[in-house]
């Protein structure tokens, strides 16, 4: 009996919506991932590992914040986020894992949440680039791929930030679907809060992607010609540069300063 009740009482705690991120992740065999998980502002402060198992409590740490390798943490907390980088995943990596905050208290169970990874040659879904960039006010596309038999599935473009998702186009994002396996996602129109973790999903599988935006670069005019004005009574050692302190009479009206950097005339009346 005692055991059945530690059973319910852990599928109870399975969940978290203190920490979050996508519930069925898809990769391809050999290839890289990044999973970015989300935790509420109060554990900034708090340790973060990514462990393999389904319930906590069994769950075998495989890395933890600031680790290095082919599985390593990373902690942002001005974003509130860690991300788990998974490089050179095989199929034997698919299985059960889960994005942990460490409490730190023996009696208070570590917080985290669940997640199931597939790795396989042919996975549900996939992206062409998992990193995109494009500049402000410009626009940006990700090809998105699907594995047949999930052509019927509901397709999603969704926002981590805010967890919204667009099942259709709009004026900013425009989402084709060709029925043969390639939904293209346009994002026009690009600004600074536009960057950021997003997930493409066919059914209940998704694969994430990062957007950089970038300022545009300015253009500059061409240069201006400013009037200068010359004092009679001004010292010469106003001029910026190394002054030469030579008048020249020219042939003409006018009377000429010279500088190793600038040439200045005033006009004779």
Same mark, same amino acid.
């Given at each position: 009996?005692?055991? =059945?009740? =530690?059973? $319910? %009482? %852990?599928?109870?705690?399975?969940?978290?919506?203190?920490?979050?991120? =996508?519930?069925?992740?898809? $990769?391809?065999?050999?290839?890289?991932?990044?999973? #970015?998980? %989300?935790?509420?502002?109060?554990? *900034? @402060?708090?340790?973060? &590992?990514?462990?393999?198992?389904?319930?906590? &409590?069994?769950?075998?740490?495989?890395?933890?914040?600031?680790?290095?390798?082919?599985?390593? /943490?990373?902690?942002? #907390?001005?974003?509130?986020?860690?991300?788990?980088?998974?490089?050179?995943?095989?199929?034997?990596?698919?299985?059960?894992?889960?994005?942990?905050?460490?409490?730190?208290?023996?009696?208070?169970?570590?917080?985290?949440?669940?997640? &199931?990874?597939?790795?396989?040659?042919?996975?549900? /879904?996939?992206?062409?680039?998992?990193?995109?960039?494009?500049?402000?006010?410009?626009?940006?596309?990700?090809?998105? =791929?699907?594995?047949?038999? &999930?052509?019927?599935?509901?397709?999603?473009?969704?926002?981590?930030?805010?967890?919204?998702?667009?099942?259709?186009?709009? @004026?900013? $994002?425009?989402?084709?679907?060709?029925?043969?396996?390639?939904? @293209?996602?346009?994002?026009?129109?690009?600004? *600074?809060?536009?960057?950021?973790?997003?997930?493409?999903?066919?059914?209940?599988?998704? /694969?994430? /992607?990062?957007?950089?935006?970038?300022?545009?670069?300015?253009?500059?005019?061409?240069?201006?010609?400013?009037?200068?004005?010359?004092?009679?009574?001004?010292?010469?050692?106003?001029?910026?540069?190394?002054?030469?302190?030579?008048?020249?009479?020219?042939?003409a009206t006018e009377t000429c300063l010279h500088t190793?950097?600038?040439?200045?005339?005033?006009?004779?009346?």
């Amino acid at each position: 009996m005692s055991s =059945l009740i =530690l059973s $319910v %009482f %852990f599928l109870c705690i399975s969940e978290s919506e203190s920490v979050k991120t =996508l519930r069925n992740v898809a $990769v391809k065999s050999g290839g890289s991932l990044t999973i #970015p998980c %989300f935790y509420d502002e109060k554990y *900034k @402060s708090n340790p973060k &590992y990514w462990c393999k198992g389904y319930y906590w &409590y069994s769950c075998g740490i495989v890395a933890r914040t600031n680790t290095s390798g082919r599985t390593s /943490v990373t902690d942002y #907390p001005t974003q509130n986020m860690f991300t788990v980088e998974l490089n050179s995943l095989q199929d034997s990596d698919s299985g059960d894992y889960r994005c942990t905050v460490e409490i730190g208290d023996k009696w208070t169970v570590d917080d985290s949440h669940y997640l &199931y990874l597939m790795v396989s040659a042919d996975p549900a /879904v996939s992206v062409i680039n998992s990193r995109v960039s494009g500049q402000e006010g410009g626009s940006v596309s990700v090809q998105c =791929l699907y594995r047949t038999d &999930y052509k019927n599935k509901q397709k999603q473009w969704c926002r981590f930030r805010d967890w919204s998702c667009l099942t259709s186009q709009n @004026s900013a $994002v425009q989402i084709s679907d060709d029925g043969r396996g390639v939904v @293209s996602v346009e994002m026009s129109g690009l600004k *600074k809060s536009d960057a950021g973790w997003y997930w493409f999903s066919a059914g209940e599988v998704g /694969v994430t /992607v990062h957007l950089t935006v970038t300022e545009r670069p300015t253009t500059s005019g061409s240069p201006k010609t400013e009037d200068i004005v010359i004092s009679r009574a001004a010292d010469t050692t106003a001029f910026k540069g190394k002054q030469t302190e030579e008048m020249v009479d020219t042939p003409a009206t006018e009377t000429c300063l010279h500088t190793e950097s600038e040439q200045f005339c005033v006009a004779r009346n």
